[in-house]
């Protein structure tokens, strides 16, 4: 009897273990699941374009320029196309495939990479440390979903570590290394890191050959001497497959002059461009903000190493040191770190016993597997809300009067797709000046009739003539642009308003300028042409009165009780008003009301309306809605502080001004108006210690250090009268 029931007891052992194995299983085709889904998201990014239309170039020429040929500005001059290769592969894709095909490409090669992350470190009995961590890593991947070189790059990633981890004693990873650094060389600038992986190995077997490593840090992960040799050999060869690209010295050198560019007059580019700028900050270190799966995954590995501290590999620390520092440089860069604290965490983890763990101790391995099993299940439940939620991403198209999902085919909010479509119906042709986020566009789409100013090649534009650019946009530098006019002979001006507003001063510079006629306007974007004989034909077809506008009215029949958001009109608003034309403005806000009642935004456009035309408590009265409607929003806060400030109600401005900083204390416009409500409500100290940081900061706007610098003036007089 007691053999039958120790048997019984084994048996339901071995059941809980292939259960919280299942289990595990599940949860990791899920996970999968989620990621094969989460890679589908429709075409978003911007540089897709010029990189399909250059392929295209590529393909039909037969050969890859060293000059740049795309843009009015930079033609002729020599321009280093280090991912001609990429170019040259998603324009076959789409050409043979289609838009839809690219998106496909993408989810093959994004899932093949988690397939390699989990093939080096998977381990069954560790699956609820694995699973959650890659869960981790997907969402720090998914912001890169773009179809751009970064996917083939981060693929490469991935091969190199599992082939130098786990197939160095083969004679052909050598050659396989080799030729897929030759690929990686002509597809994206981060190629070098194929060459900077092998020098960290041979560092770190140097140290362990050499240097006397405490605990058992010598042996951990030492190679053999024929490992060694061939590891100099693998060396050797991606150094010179990095010579086999159509740029030689050129091409080699370009991966090199980035990283080195990442400092000095470069650094311009990481200060404006959102994807170049540090994904963390000391004051907001300790936050639960944005990144906090970012931090979370430096934290874990981080742990993953004092918990495996006695038998650590070095090179694996070095491997997680050098990625940490790449990816505090640039918000890009964190998916590289997260797949690498991936991988060191499950290296180190498979090192360490569940008891070095937990302090205490279970007595049954039953509760144990039950709880693993339970987690598991916890953890399904998580990635399918997790996967729900991505499947409920989508908008409204107004052109189809339908939803449209965030998956699959060409996204509707993020290209100025009729404006452009408005140059290519009508054969509009020039040199147009355009702002950066519309460049790549503008290439894929209207090259080579419309020859772009501006567009996203860093590379090729330098820092010099970005900050030319940057007077222009930000600046709407009369003199600047006119110089431009010139040098470049710009015909036309392309503005999108496609997913962002253009820059107040922008606007008003282009509304000024009698001689630049508008001839598109919508939502997306408008268009203006400089009145000269090639133009004219087009001004007089299609030039438009802005003074005149009206309102495109929907199908409200059609729209039925559907909740939209009426973004399009806004769009609109917010550019007439920025230049200049009120009413129209006013229209297009009153027009959105009627599609949404309580949309803010159509408030605030009318607020600031009443506030231009003097009209004090009517501007009150809409922000007053405004704050009414989103409570939590700082920029209301601080709208309603300045139209108490203008009703004479100085305690009330203080009141929602006080509010509008604690919502967001780094909001300088807020300050300024707590600033200005304490001088008008006698509180001059306090408004004295809030004016003197703004003036003293190097980097605060010229013309509210302006404001601050009248307004510190006026509070010093009162205070010396007081």
Same mark, same amino acid.
């Given at each position: 009897?007691?053999?039958?029931?120790?048997?019984?007891?084994?048996?339901?052992?071995?059941?809980?273990?292939?259960?919280?194995?299942?289990?595990?299983?599940?949860?990791?085709?899920?996970?999968?699941?989620?990621?094969?889904?989460?890679?589908?998201?429709?075409?978003?990014?911007?540089?897709?374009?010029?990189?399909?239309?250059?392929?295209?170039?590529?393909?039909?020429?037969?050969y890859?320029?060293?000059?740049?040929?795309?843009?009015?500005?930079?033609?002729?001059?020599?321009?280093?196309?280090?991912?001609?290769?990429?170019?040259?592969v998603?324009?076959?894709?789409?050409?043979?495939?289609?838009?839809?095909?690219?998106?496909?490409?993408?989810?093959?090669?994004?899932?093949?990479t988690f397939?390699?992350?989990?093939?080096l470190?998977?381990?069954?009995?560790?699956?609820?440390?694995?699973?959650?961590? !890659?869960?981790? =890593? %997907?969402?720090?991947?998914? +912001?890169r979903?773009? &179809?751009?070189? $970064?996917?083939?790059?981060? /693929?490469?990633?991935?091969?190199?570590?599992?082939?130098?981890?786990?197939?160095?004693n083969?004679?052909?990873?050598?050659?396989?290394?080799?030729f897929?650094?030759?690929?990686?060389?002509?597809?994206?600038?981060?190629?070098?890191?194929?060459?900077?992986?092998?020098?960290i190995?041979?560092?770190?077997?140097?140290?362990?050959?050499?240097?006397?490593?405490?605990?058992?840090?010598?042996?951990?992960?030492?190679?053999?001497?024929?490992?060694?040799?061939?590891?100099?050999?693998?060396?050797?060869?991606?150094?010179?497959?990095?010579?086999?690209?159509?740029?030689? !010295?050129?091409? =080699? %050198?370009?991966?090199?002059? +980035?990283?080195?560019? &990442?400092?000095? $007059?470069?650094?311009?580019? /990481?200060?404006?461009?959102?994807e170049?700028?540090?994904?963390?900050?000391?004051?907001?270190?300790?936050?639960?903000?944005?990144?906090?799966v970012?931090?979370?995954?430096?934290?874990?590995?981080?742990?993953?190493?004092?918990?495996?501290?006695?038998?650590?590999?070095?090179?694996?620390?070095?491997?997680?040191?050098?990625?940490?520092?790449?990816?505090?440089?640039?918000?890009?860069?964190?998916?590289?770190?997260?797949?690498?604290?991936?991988?060191?965490?499950?290296y180190?983890l498979?090192?360490?016993?569940?008891?070095?763990v937990?302090?205490?101790?279970?007595?049954?391995?039953?509760? %144990?597997?039950?709880?693993?099993?339970?987690?598991?299940?916890?953890?399904?439940?998580?990635?399918?809300?997790f996967?729900?939620?991505?499947?409920?991403?989508?908008?409204?198209?107004?052109?189809?009067?339908?939803?449209?999902?965030?998956?699959?085919?060409i996204?509707?909010?993020?290209?100025?797709?009729?404006?452009?479509?408005?140059?290519?119906?009508?054969?509009?042709?020039?040199?147009?000046?355009n702002?950066?986020?519309?460049?790549?566009?503008?290439?894929?789409?209207?090259?080579?009739?419309?020859?772009?100013?501006?567009?996203?090649?860093?590379?090729?534009?330098?820092?010099?003539?970005?900050?030319?650019?940057?007077?222009?946009?930000?600046?709407?530098?009369?003199?600047?642009?006119?110089?431009?006019?010139?040098?470049?002979?710009?015909?036309?001006?392309?503005?999108?308003?496609?997913?962002?507003?253009?820059?107040?001063?922008?606007?008003?510079?282009?509304?000024?300028?009698?001689?630049?006629?508008?001839?598109?306007?919508?939502?997306?974007?408008?268009?203006?042409?400089?009145?000269?004989?090639?133009?004219?034909?087009?001004?007089?077809?299609?030039?438009?009165?802005?003074?005149?506008?009206?309102?495109?009215?929907l199908?409200?029949?059609?729209?039925?009780?559907?909740?939209?958001?009426?973004?399009?009109?806004?769009?609109?608003?917010?550019?007439?008003?920025?230049?200049?034309?009120?009413?129209?403005?006013?229209?297009?806000?009153?027009a959105?009301?009627?599609?949404?009642?309580?949309?803010?935004?159509?408030?605030?456009?009318?607020?600031?309306?009443?506030?231009?035309?003097?009209?004090?408590?009517?501007?009150?009265?809409?922000y007053?809605?405004?704050?009414?409607?989103?409570?939590?929003?700082?920029?209301?806060?601080?709208?309603?502080?300045?139209?108490?400030?203008?009703?004479?109600?100085?305690?009330?401005?203080?009141?929602?001004?006080?509010?509008?900083?604690?919502?967001?204390?780094?909001?300088?416009?807020?300050?300024?108006?707590?600033?200005?409500?304490y001088?008008?409500?006698?509180?001059?100290?306090?408004?004295?210690?809030?004016?003197?940081?703004?003036?003293?900061?190097?980097?605060?706007?010229?013309?509210?250090?302006?404001?601050?610098?009248?307004?510190?003036?006026?509070?010093?007089?009162?205070?010396?009268?007081?």
């Amino acid at each position: 009897m007691g053999d039958y029931r120790g048997l019984i007891s084994l048996m339901s052992i071995d059941f809980f273990r292939k259960l919280n194995w299942a289990f595990g299983l599940i949860a990791l085709g899920i996970l999968f699941g989620v990621v094969l889904f989460a890679s589908t998201i429709e075409i978003k990014d911007l540089d897709l374009w010029l990189h399909l239309r250059m392929g295209e170039y590529i393909v039909h020429h037969g050969y890859v320029p060293s000059f740049d040929v795309l843009s009015a500005s930079f033609f002729g001059q020599p321009w280093v196309n280090h991912e001609w290769l990429f170019q040259v592969v998603v324009h076959l894709v789409r050409e043979a495939f289609g838009f839809d095909g690219l998106i496909y490409m993408q989810a093959g090669i994004v899932l093949l990479t988690f397939l390699l992350a989990l093939m080096l470190v998977y381990d069954k009995d560790r699956q609820l440390v694995i699973i959650p961590f !890659l869960f981790f =890593v %997907l969402q720090i991947y998914q +912001t890169r979903f773009t &179809i751009r070189p $970064d996917i083939f790059s981060v /693929f490469f990633f991935i091969s190199y570590i599992v082939i130098l981890s786990s197939y160095l004693n083969r004679p052909w990873s050598v050659w396989v290394l080799f030729f897929m650094q030759v690929a990686w060389t002509n597809m994206h600038g981060y190629s070098l890191w194929g060459v900077i992986f092998v020098l960290i190995g041979l560092l770190a077997e140097a140290m362990k050959r050499r240097l006397p490593l405490p605990y058992e840090w010598n042996k951990i992960g030492r190679l053999t001497d024929d490992e060694f040799q061939r590891l100099w050999l693998i060396a050797a060869a991606l150094i010179a497959a990095m010579f086999f690209n159509p740029m030689g !010295l050129e091409g =080699v %050198l370009y991966p090199i002059r +980035t990283l080195i560019g &990442i400092s000095g $007059d470069s650094k311009v580019f /990481f200060e404006c461009i959102t994807e170049l700028q540090r994904p963390l900050a000391w004051k907001t270190l300790f936050y639960a903000d944005d990144q906090w799966v970012f931090k979370s995954i430096i934290l874990l590995s981080f742990i993953s190493f004092i918990f495996n501290r006695r038998k650590l590999d070095i090179s694996a620390v070095m491997l997680w040191l050098v990625f940490l520092l790449f990816s505090l440089g640039a918000i890009r860069n964190m998916v590289y770190f997260a797949f690498a604290a991936f991988l060191v965490t499950g290296y180190n983890l498979a090192e360490v016993r569940f008891s070095d763990v937990v302090p205490f101790r279970f007595n049954s391995e039953k509760f %144990l597997l039950l709880t693993g099993a339970a987690l598991a299940l916890l953890l399904m439940v998580q990635l399918i809300d997790f996967g729900n939620a991505l499947s409920s991403h989508g908008y409204y198209d107004f052109d189809k009067y339908k939803q449209k999902s965030e998956f699959l085919g060409i996204s509707q909010r993020n290209f100025p797709e009729k404006g452009v479509q408005f140059l290519i119906d009508n054969r509009i042709k020039g040199n147009f000046f355009n702002d950066f986020n519309s460049g790549a566009y503008l290439v894929g789409r209207a090259y080579p009739d419309v020859m772009v100013y501006m567009d996203g090649r860093t590379e090729l534009r330098g820092p010099v003539f970005f900050k030319e650019y940057q007077k222009i946009w930000n600046n709407g530098d009369a003199k600047v642009f006119e110089a431009a006019v010139r040098r470049y002979h710009l015909t036309g001006a392309f503005v999108s308003t496609a997913g962002y507003s253009a820059p107040e001063k922008l606007l008003k510079m282009l509304a000024g300028k009698p001689e630049w006629k508008p001839v598109y306007f919508d939502f997306d974007a408008i268009i203006l042409l400089k009145d000269a004989p090639e133009n004219r034909e087009w001004i007089r077809k299609f030039g438009i009165d802005l003074a005149s506008w009206k309102p495109k009215e929907l199908d409200l029949q059609e729209l039925g009780p559907a909740k939209v958001v009426p973004y399009r009109y806004i769009r609109r608003a917010r550019t007439l008003y920025d230049m200049g034309f009120i009413d129209p403005a006013v229209a297009e806000a009153q027009a959105a009301l009627r599609v949404l009642p309580g949309y803010d935004e159509a408030f605030r456009v009318l607020g600031d309306a009443a506030e231009k035309k003097g009209d004090v408590q009517k501007a009150f009265e809409y922000y007053r809605l405004l704050c009414a409607h989103n409570s939590g929003d700082a920029s209301y806060r601080k709208n309603l502080a300045m139209a108490y400030l203008a009703l004479n109600n100085p305690a009330k401005a203080v009141e929602q001004a006080e509010l509008a900083v604690e919502l967001e204390s780094d909001n300088v416009e807020c300050k300024y108006a707590l600033a200005k409500a304490y001088v008008k409500n006698k509180q001059y100290k306090r408004g004295y210690d809030i004016l003197v940081p703004i003036l003293a900061n190097k980097k605060e706007k010229e013309d509210l250090k302006v404001k601050a610098g009248a307004l510190l003036n006026e509070v010093k007089v009162l205070m010396e009268k007081k």
